[in-house]
């Protein structure tokens, strides 16, 4: 029996099952969409067909225990083969996919398939071959070349991760925890400058976000981790204001506050935020962090005094910031790795 015959014979059962499982967009994850795809594709595929095609009376038994074999199956109707060594050179070409849906379907899903068992058992180099021939296949689709963004970034190749999720961001179906990866992946290296174009990336996003109920604390807080990243002392204090008012007496706004006061060479409030920390159990720095300060404080206002202009001290507090906001950070990011979809 074909592909084809095969379809038509269950379609109406997988439509019906199809229509009493409805997804919601913010559960929807990348394996419950595979079968979804599949369904969609083989429905637009064979449905003018169907539409057009005279109904047929059901065989009965005695027909059908007398008809004759199956035909051979055409192999022109079997899916699209994979080359696991290559993938992407196997993903059919635009005129294909467009003429072929059922196969190209077909193939989509066991690409995405391989891909992620290789994710699953953390076979990262073949994920990155397998997401990036999905992102070929779907070059309008975001969720490809989301994929090949986190299997990068599990490899620690920052560049061509930000390039995946940068490419992600401009298409169809991005997500949210796409916006939030691409803010993380701006922090992770720190031995690459970031270009103006990049700057103002990132500024963007955080502009796009604002309103965003889940996307809050990046709103809030990430400002803070781009100015220290960028040594700019003008940023940081226009970020520690916004805290001061949106989020006063958490554990990352006293850090923030207390860089900045070494930046502006504020001892007195450098030594003031310690003591606030140290006598609010909620701030939960310890006594280890809270002596840290305290040296890089006293450091700092010694090199200042001696006429040196501290970048010792000023470096050794940044690096600190970036330790004890970091948890935070990572906290937030794990809570988003099933985020829901916002509008573009």
Known sequence: MSLTHRCRTNLPSVASMYRMAPLAPSRLTWRGLRPALAVAALLAAVSPALAQAPSEPEPTVSEAASSEPAPPVDAKKEPFPLDHEHPERSVPSR????ADPIRTALFMLELSIAADDAMAEKDYRSAVKYYGAFAKGTPEQA?????LCEAHEALGEWGLARAACAAALSRAGVTLGDYLRTLRLSLADQATPLSEGEVADLDAIIEHLKGEPAAEEAVNFFPCDLALRLNDTGRLQACVQHLREKAPNTRRTLVYEWTLALRTRDFDQARALIEQARTTGAMNLGSQKLAEMRLATDQ????????VVGKWALAAAVALAFGLVALGVGALLRRRQRPPAITT
């Open 95 to 98: 005129a294909l996919r467009d």
């Open 143 to 147: 969720n490809g070349f989301s994929k």
């Open 300 to 307: 700092a206002e010694r090199e200042t005094e001696s006429q």
